[in-house]
């Protein structure tokens, strides 16, 4: 027949009435409900919900506190240091194993069954039948389960063996124990020069001295969270000055033990918890409390480095600490496969159950009936039996139930679940071996974390990422600067190439790097390099600039193993962000080395002159004073330094949006400020450097604050962030937030500009390919990211996200929603948006507080206005008018984020070549996420290509995944993250994705899947995820299939003689069924199967719309089957016995008996599945033909042998009464029961392969098309490798950045036309697949 490429065509999503409200904050449910919380979550939670241990007394909640002593206790009251992953012993095994598989309904069912199977006086089958295979299925997970547990057994002696020293106070010395002997309140020392010990941390200890003169020690978290850079730990000035001694010119100090054996001390700390840093307690030592925080703590697991030894009191060991409290199951996650397969097996009960009763009504109908119960004299057997018994009808009805229950049992596949769960084991370590998505570089494999969701990975229809470390390396690459107005940098960054090909334009190749400087320092600018900038007018600028990267740091630095400086020795920077590396960095190759940091906080500086090399020059020393870290509120990092004239000095660095409101406006300001709007257009990530001068006084009374807050033993961190913000804002207000959050602080513009940097994160290889080809797939993919709107905007273009194609964009930003260009929104401006803005003007400098109180009033009743709006003229009364402002704004916000909205929706219902994408920021997005709007965003989000989300928050990441997943019916999810701030997206999501990379591991551990690549999720889906789920849809239908055949040809035998429940197949013939002679061809389905080649599936991505349309397991399919099965039973029974009747099977004669029929069926039952799984099977290999073969094959040797046995030759008596000596060799030798075989075959299989034939060639699906073209290119005129949706990669830098470009094709006679692409704009739920006209 003539083969028509199918079109493929969409309907608009369905979505759920009621929405769900995501992540809506639940009630705290104390210390056992938040240990185990992944360390993601609780940046989303409430903050009450991290309270440990808590005890409420009316509305005050009481920490219950651990007091450790040192020495320890005898004997402790803590946890032993015994560290336990295993999850059974050898003797709670066998019941502790058997209990947890018995939670499976389907389990619980069998056994019932098999129970009742064994009373012999209601049962037509022997007990074997049942209790075989599910011995053999709990067997066979015990025995997977053991293997697992031995596993986890050897890596639990393994840990538990390592050694390390504990002091003993007896001898008065460190002696060597294992880890699991170290006990809470234990003077453990690590020592990283000793061969027999260990430099990994055995427990949480709190740090009472080290070898460093400051009592500082470096650690190395990489077991704990990924990351290998060196994280620093402090010790009590007075616990490490007691314990340390120093000999003159000694680069390390000696531990004094006389000491530490009078050492006494008790720490007073909060109970474990799960947050890897958070750690408050007090020491008391000495009559005096010492406040101790995370600095103080050293996790179990991490490794000890640049330092020679510490000691430490052990305060939380075994599963109470830090690590054991991490260790987690992810969540238990049900398949889309799963969920339909769960609610269909309820239908499959109810007809299980019908039956039966049917059976029963029958056998009660039969007993009463004169023609064949009390009035048939000759059928009522000498001595009535339970279930023959005339004169006890109700008995009859029951046992008869029970019977035909026993019989129809196998109507529930008790096989299939063990056999899926091999099967997905088998596919999952498939996708682990697979060459194309492994990273050879860093040797790092694709990871199946969960084994059970392979197939979930073919019905994606949207995708969450994140950008930075996901899309791109995150390696940050100095690219350009801005400093007093002057921008530097030569040279064009991916995305503007990117922009200048949609343009149609070619850029110039990027200039070559100055001689001299380090190999990865590809910046240039001859008016920088080589001290050039010496000459310059602006050279104290610059200087300031550079000497700012340089300190504003916590970089460790390094030199090789043997730490010495020298020629030919590179600085290796050991950094907490690849921002800081790339800071140092560059200031090193401009001319402003970072040399050392000693453990007293000194850096030292090398300021090289014109024409000197790199890393030579001019030594300074500068003193870090204070450190105020990094916070999601601030959004900024400072330092206080003193030069060597004592000069007090702030350094502030930060998001423009948290600097540019406090510095001051001097001539270089707004051409800074086009600087960073061009920096950010060009895809770079920008930062803004600032700081001034502090006055003695100022600082001795901030200090004073600072060092009092840095011993709080709670609010620790708030209070330290409050002063931060009081210092870098320069108000007077104690307590009060920053004014980005708080617009009643009072603030002024101090801060001095110092410099912008512009760093470029590549992207990562092929990442644009992996993106167009994912749009080509159908599905959708949102960006998450933290960037600025237009840097997100450039990123977009640079990966394919966006086209030009989809311009206009719909943008939805603060920026341009709160200040318009003109006037006429007021057009179609509500009346409550019109009395906000009003408002705001009164509130604003200076304010008329009456007019204001009376527009406040007058906007509360209107509709749609927000419930706190009423409330606020408390706050002008209270002479808080800023606060007020800022509500205001916020109201106003939302109102225009509603209007746009709307007004976005009724454009994206128009239908556009090229489709719409959506870009808003965060300040949007969470007026857009508020109840009353979020319905809306998200019908016009789904009818998007593309969403991208900027300044987002982590909350944020997981709302927009929950909105999609909860309320869009029928949509699978998945998001893809690489960082902590990623995985309460990755948990929200369908299936979450970790990148293994640079910002550790919480990602991939919270994670189903972990890539080395983000372009290997290409493959992961398109290939392996199609395969999967083709693989697995027909596997569970054919497996019902098969089952229901052979439980229904037993039904009808049993109906047919008068509703007696009487056994057709011998008890080890049934039994055997599901175990050997039909598994092996299905299990080699499930595994094998593959309709295409990857390159034919690669390069046609509409492939995976099978998927994304449940094509192989719709309610439809598993119908047919079902009714193919029924029908086949029919068959099978009525057909055999037809022939049968009216035929002889021997030479004497003699008709077929009972056991002859039933062989007889069997055979044909099993010939029959194993021809109907090979017409389903797509890819044929010798495996393949041997397996399908020689289950047949076995099926009749088994006959053969067994039916030569003479009874009693099998132990234990299981053949002496059964008749079935010489039955198949009877039956063998004639020539009607191969005719029978060969006739119900026909009759089964040819109606199959005509439909499967017809079907194919005349109403293909897109799969069946591009089969015939790969069958036979040349009738086509095709190349089936070749994609017809192009994806041109312009190769000029390193980096891949695609465009894609729809190409018309027409591989059909002249009168016909083809559809390439969907219809622009549309989503779907349902198919219509069908040759297009």
């Known amino acids: 027949g ?23 904050p639940k009630k705290p449910q104390g210390f056992l409900a938040t240990i185990s919380m992944p360390p993601g979550i609780a940046s989303v939670l409430p903050a009450a919900s991290r309270t440990s241990s808590m005890e409420k007394t009316g509305d005050i909640h009481h920490v219950e506190q651990r007091r450790v002593k040192c020495p320890p206790e005898v004997p402790s009251l803590f946890e032993s240091n015994y560290v336990r992953t295993a999850r059974y012993t050898k003797f709670n095994f066998l019941p502790k194993n058997l209990l947890l598989q018995f939670h499976r309904f389907v389990n619980c069912f069998f056994l019932v069954v098999s129970i009742l199977a064994s ?37 639990d002696v393994e840990e538990n063996s390592r050694t390390t020293e504990v002091f003993n106070p007896t001898l008065g010395d460190f002696m060597q124990v294992t880890w699991r002997e170290v006990a809470v309140g234990s003077i453990v020392r690590v020592n990283t020069t000793h061969p027999d010990t260990t430099p990994l941390i055995p427990a949480d200890l709190t740090l009472l001295a080290s070898s460093a003169k400051a009592g500082t020690c470096f650690l190395e978290t990489a077991n704990l969270d990924g990351e290998t850079n060196l994280k620093m730990r402090e010790s009590p000035s007075e616990t490490h000055q007691r314990l340390t001694t120093f000999q003159e010119g000694a680069s390390h100090g000696e531990l004094n033990k006389a000491n530490v054996r009078k050492l006494a001390l008790k720490v007073v700390c909060n109970p474990p918890d799960a947050f890897l840093y958070d750690f408050h307690a007090r020491m008391e030592h000495d009559a005096i409390d010492i406040q101790l925080g995370g600095g103080h703590l050293l996790q179990r697991s991490t490794k000890l480095r640049n330092t020679k030894w510490i000691i430490g009191v ?52 039969t007993v009463i009936a004169p023609e064949t119960g009390s009035g048939a004299w000759y059928l009522v057997p000498e001595q009535p039996t339970a279930t023959f018994n005339p004169d006890r009808p109700v008995v009859v009805g029951l046992l008869g139930f029970f019977s035909f229950l026993i019989l129809l049992s196998l109507f529930i596949p008790i096989s299939l679940y063990v056999t899926l769960e091999f099967v997905k084991a088998f596919l999952a370590t498939t996708i682990w071996g697979d060459r194309e998505m492994w990273a050879a570089e860093e040797d790092m494999r694709t990871l199946p974390r969960t084994m059970g969701l392979c197939e979930e990975l073919g019905q994606i229809n949207y995708i969450f990422s994140d950008k930075t470390g996901t899309l791109t390396q995150n390696l940050m690459e100095f690219r350009k600067c801005s400093i007093a107005g002057v921008s530097y940098g030569r040279g064009y960054c991916e995305v503007e190439r990117a922009i200048a090909r949609l343009k149609g334009q070619k850029l110039p190749p990027n200039p070559q790097p100055h001689a001299g400087m380090d190999s990865a320092f590809n910046f240039v600018d001859e008016r920088l390099a080589n001290g050039a900038w010496r000459r310059s007018a602006d050279k104290e600028n610059i200087r300031m600039f550079l000497t700012h990267l340089a300190l504003n740091h916590t970089v460790q630095v390094g030199y090789g193993p043997s730490d010495v400086e020298g020629d030919g020795v590179l600085p290796q920077y050991q950094a907490e962000s690849q921002d800081e590396w790339a800071f140092v960095h560059g200031a090193r190759n401009l001319g402003v080395f970072f040399n050392r940091r000693d453990e007293a906080h000194r850096i030292m500086l090398r300021v090289a002159g014109e024409g000197d090399r790199v890393g030579k020059g001019i030594d300074e020393i500068w003193q870090v004073l204070n450190v ?76 004073k604050r600072f060092q009092d807050a840095s011993l709080q033993a709670s609010g620790r ?65 949102w960006v998450l990211t933290g960037d600025k709107l237009e840097t997100a905007i450039n990123i977009g ?89 800022n509500r205001l704004k916020e109201a106003l916000l939302t109102e225009r984020v509603k209007r746009r909205v709307v007004v976005c929706q009724q454009e994206v219902a128009k239908n556009r070549p090229g489709g719409y994408a959506l870009v808003i920021d965060g300040p949007c997005l969470r007026a857009a996420m508020q109840p009353e709007v979020k319905m809306d965003f998200l019908r016009m989000g789904i009818k998007c290509k593309s969403v991208v989300c900027c300044r987002v928050t982590p909350s944020q990441k997981a709302q927009v995944t929950l909105l999609v997943k909860d309320n869009v019916k029928g949509q699978i999810t998945l998001a893809i993250g690489d960082g902590a701030n990623d995985v309460s997206m990755i948990q929200a999501a369908h299936i979450g994705v970790g990148i293994r990379g640079k910002e550790g591991q919480q990602a991939v551990l919270a994670s189903d899947y972990a890539l080395p690549r983000f372009s290997y999720l290409e493959r992961l889906l398109l290939v392996h995820g199609r395969w999967c789920y083709n693989r697995i849809g027909t596997f569970v239908c054919y497996f019902f299939y098969k089952t229901i055949c052979f439980a229904l040809t037993a039904y009808w035998f049993s109906t047919a003689n008068a509703y007696s ?17 039909t598994s092996f061809p299905v299990i080699f389905f499930g595994i094998l199967d593959r309709d295409l080649e990857d390159k034919i599936v690669r390069a046609h991505p509409e492939l995976y719309s099978t998927g994304q349309f449940r094509v192989r397991f719709t309610g439809l399919r598993f119908a047919m089957f079902i009714i193919g099965a029924v029908l086949h039973s029919i068959l099978f029974f009525f057909g055999v016995s037809l022939i049968m009747d009216h035929n002889t099977i021997s030479g004497s004669g003699h008709s077929a008996g009972m056991w002859s029929a039933g062989e007889t069926m069997m055979t044909v039952c099993v010939v029959v599945v194993n021809i109907v799984i090979s017409l389903h099977t797509r890819s044929w290999s010798i495996f393949h033909v041997l397996v399908y073969g020689l289950s047949v094959l076995f099926w009749f040797a088994y006959e053969m042998i067994f039916h030569s046995f003479n009874p009693g ?18 039956l063998a030798g004639t020539a009607a029961y191969w005719l029978i075989i060969i006739v119900i075959v026909a009759i089964a299989t040819l109606p199959i392969l005509a439909y499967k034939y017809f079907r194919e060639h005349y109403y293909p699906a897109v799969d069946d098309y591009w089969r015939r073209v790969v069958q036979n290119p040349s009738r086509f005129g095709l190349d089936p490798t070749q994609s017809l949706l192009q994806v041109e990669v312009n190769s000029d830098t390193a980096a891949y950045s695609p465009s894609v470009q729809e190409v018309s094709v027409n591989h059909a006679p002249p009168s016909l036309s083809v559809s390439v692409e969907p219809r622009a704009g549309e989503t779907r739920v349902e198919p219509f697949i069908h040759p297009t006209p």
């Open 797 to 885: 273009y640079a990966t394919a996200l966006l086209g030009a194609e989809m311009e206009p964009l719909l943008r939805i930003s603060q920026d341009e929603l709160m200040e318009p260009m003109d006037d006429s929104w007021k057009a179609s401006a509500s009346a409550l948006e019109l009395k906000l803005e009003e408002a705001i003007r009164k509130a604003s400098d200076p304010p008329d507080t009456v007019a204001l109180d009376t527009l406040i009033r007058e906007a509360a009743g209107l509709p749609g206005a927000p419930e706190n709006l009423l409330s606020m003229h408390q706050l002008i009364g209270a002479n808080e008018i800023r606060i007020v402002e």
């Open 314 to 365: 052990a305060v939380y060991t075994g599963c109470e600490t830090k690590i054991q409290m991490n260790m987690t199951e992810p969540p238990n996650k049900i398949t889309n496969v799963e969920r339909r397969l769960n609610f269909w097996m309820l239908y499959l009960f109810w007809g299980l159950f019908g039956m039966a009763l049917i059976g029963a009504i029958g056998s009660v109908v």
């Open 717 to 781: 961190e708030e209070a330290m962030r409050l002063l931060a913000s009081q210092l870098e804002e320069a108000h007077t207000e104690l307590g009060r937030e920053t004014a980005l959050v708080d617009g009643s602080v009072p603030t002024q513009r101090i801060l001095r500009l110092h410099g912008v940097t512009a760093l470029e994160d590549k992207l990562q290889e092929r990442v644009g390919e992996c993106i167009a080809q994912l749009a080509k797939a159908m599905i959708k993919i």
């Open 2 to 24: 003539a083969v028509v490429r199918p079109a493929v065509h969409y309907k608009e999503c369905k979505m759920k009435t009621e929405p769900k409200d995501a992540l809506a």
């Open 628 to 703: 105020n870290i990094f916070d999601n509120t601030r959004k900024r990092t400072s330092v206080v330094v003193s030069n060597g004239e004592g000069a007090l000095m702030l350094l502030v660095k930060g998001a423009d949006s948290s600097m540019l409101p406090f510095v001051v406006k001097d001539a270089s300001y707004e051409a800074t400020e086009k600087d960073i709007n061009e920096f950010s257009d060009q895809g770079l990530r920008t930062l803004v450097f600032a700081g001034r001068m502090l006055e003695q006084k100022e600082y001795d009374e901030w200090n």
């Open 119 to 155: 009373v012999s006086s209601i049962s037509p089958v022997g007990a074997l039948t049942f209790w075989l295979p599910i011995g053999l299925l709990l067997s066979g997970t015990m025995v997977k389960d053991a293997y697992e547990d031995y596993q986890r057994h050897k890596a």
């Open 1209 to 1226: 030759f099998l132990p234990w008596g299981f053949d002496v009464d059964d008749d079935m000596y010489g039955v198949f060799p009877t």
């Open 1061 to 1077: 429940g009487t056994q057709l197949f011998y008890d080890g013939t049934q039994a055997l069924y599901n175990v050997f002679w």
